[in-house]
């Protein structure tokens, strides 16, 4: 997909605009307790084109000074975005630091295209004229907090989208991708993977960006390890800015069947990695638990079942992963990880009859009886499977509000006792039926 990324001064409105283009998107996202919510990243459509969206000023540089920041998330659009939009305050006029974030954006060979933000009404639109001295040409007057020019400040930037496809590789190709703060040791678990036996690395793809994906064979699969630009790319910005390092995971679970969510086994599970974690949940992506360096912890026969445990107490949306405990360094435990990530991915894409579906919900209807709201009973009438990547099942039901979570998490795990679903999240919809 192609990616927008909105970059400009503070207070000249970002957030607002992203939320505004983004729409209900966010809102709409699940509440899982444990997954933290972000605002920086997100899908977005308009009219027919598909796009990621980048809120650069989400991106938190830490305690450099003003300036440094704004040429730090400048350059993190131009690294990671085909479209800039730049946004300005039609209130406030230009200003020295909009200069400033021209003079990088001149610099950066790719399309740009200016928004004036605060115009709330059309008498406010002379406002504008100001703005061409930045060099962008035509500026789009659009207010956030009424909504209004945002069709025409997209259309424009639509026009600049590239028509290349990311994910360029066929259907029957599994893509995984690993996935982790840095240092955990994921380049170090790349290398160990395409340095397997029975590994052919076929080649290495440059995409359009600088990624660079691996392709490769094992029993006669392809997969492609689909790159955290950056895994190898290192000591930039990146390095030391953890939600830019995030958003470089995200585009990468994106465009991944598989994540492999890596933990550290010597340090533990620390904040950093429950949001990356929340992250491939959210995206319906199949999972799987890597705890690299298991060589470096000093163990005896309980160790691995409390560091198991403690995994499950703190991801306890991840449920449904496989963990596995290697060391990228001894290659202990290497070999499982390509079979692991093809369960995982067969699971994502499996299909269920929908009698035999029905069968289980009937069956766990009966066994424990579906829940009563100010006297009235969820009715469950019919269950159908609608989707796939991850499997999604709709319930028809007499009344969506009566089925609470915990009866929707029971009758999940009716579904994944009867059918398995492993490395995989699933999800019920409930839709009324009059
Ligand atoms: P990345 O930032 O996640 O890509 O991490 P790297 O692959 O660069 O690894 C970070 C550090 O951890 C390096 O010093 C590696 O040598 C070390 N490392 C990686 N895997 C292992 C492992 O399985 N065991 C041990 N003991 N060290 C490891």
């Known amino acids: 997909k192609p990616v927008l990324a909105i970059v400009g001064r503070p207070n000249v409105g970002k957030s607002t605009i992203f939320n505004r283009i983004v729409g209900e998107r966010i809102s709409i996202v699940e509440d899982i307790p444990g997954v933290t919510r972000d605002r920086i990243y997100s899908s977005a459509e308009w009219l027919t ?5 980048i809120d650069t000023g989400g ?15 400048a350059e993190i659009a ?3 975005a085909d479209v800039i939009v730049f946004l300005v305050n039609g209130r406030e006029g230009v200003t020295s630091a909009d200069e400033e974030v021209a003079k990088i954006l001149y610099k950066a ?9 605060k115009i709330d ?22 207010s956030g907090s009424h909504g ?21 590789y066929d259907d029957d190709v599994i893509k995984f991708s690993l996935i982790g703060r840095p240092n955990v ?3 170090s678990l790349v290398n160990a993977i395409l340095g397997e036996d029975r590994v052919i690395v076929s080649n290495v793809a440059g995409t359009t960006r600088d990624a660079i994906d691996s392709q490769l064979k094992y029993n006669g699969d392809e997969y492609v390890i689909i790159d955290t630009a950056g895994m190898r790319k290192k000591g930039k910005v990146y390095e030391t800015t953890e939600k830019y390092s995030v958003l470089r995971a995200l585009r990468a679970i994106e465009r991944s069947d598989v994540v492999l969510i890596v933990l550290d086994g010597e340090e533990g599970i620390i904040e950093q990695d429950k949001r990356i974690a929340g992250y491939a949940h959210q995206a319906g992506r199949a999972v799987i638990i890597v705890v690299n360096k298991w060589d470096a912890v000093e163990k005896d026969e309980k160790t691995m079942k409390k560091f198991e445990q403690n995994i499950r107490d703190h991801f306890q949306f991840l449920d449904y992963a496989p963990i596995v405990f290697l060391s990228a360094l001894t290659k202990k435990r290497i070999h499982t990880l390509i079979p692991m990530v093809n369960i995982a991915s067969e699971n994502h894409m499996m299909r269920v009859e929908t009698n035999v579906l029905n069968d289980v919900i009937m069956d766990a209807v009966a066994m424990n009886p579906t829940p009563t709201d100010k006297g009235r009973r969820l009715r ?40 398995g679903f492993e490395g995989t999240p699933i999800k019920i919809i409930a839709r009324e039926r009059k």
């Open 121 to 142: 009404n059309p008498e406010m639109r002379q406002m504008i004229y100001d703005f061409y001295s930045l060099g962008f040409g035509e500026p789009f007057p659009i």
């Open 185 to 187: 040791g994921k380049s």
């Open 380 to 419: 469950i009438y019919y269950a159908t499977q609608v989707a796939i990547k991850p499997p999604t099942f709709v319930v028809f039901v007499n009344d969506p509000e009566l089925l609470h979570f915990s009866y929707e998490r029971f009758l999940e795990n009716r579904i994944r006792d009867a059918f």
């Open 49 to 53: 084109h598909d796009f990621n969206i």
């Open 148 to 168: 209004l020019g945002l069709g025409d400040l997209l259309d424009e930037a639509a026009k600049n989208f590239p028509n290349h496809d990311e994910n360029q």
């Open 78 to 80: 131009i690294d990671e």
């Open 59 to 73: 991106i938190d540089i830490g305690d450099e000074p003003f300036l440094e920041q704004i040429r730090q998330q």
């Open 109 to 117: 060979k790719k399309p740009v295209v200016l928004g004036v933000n």
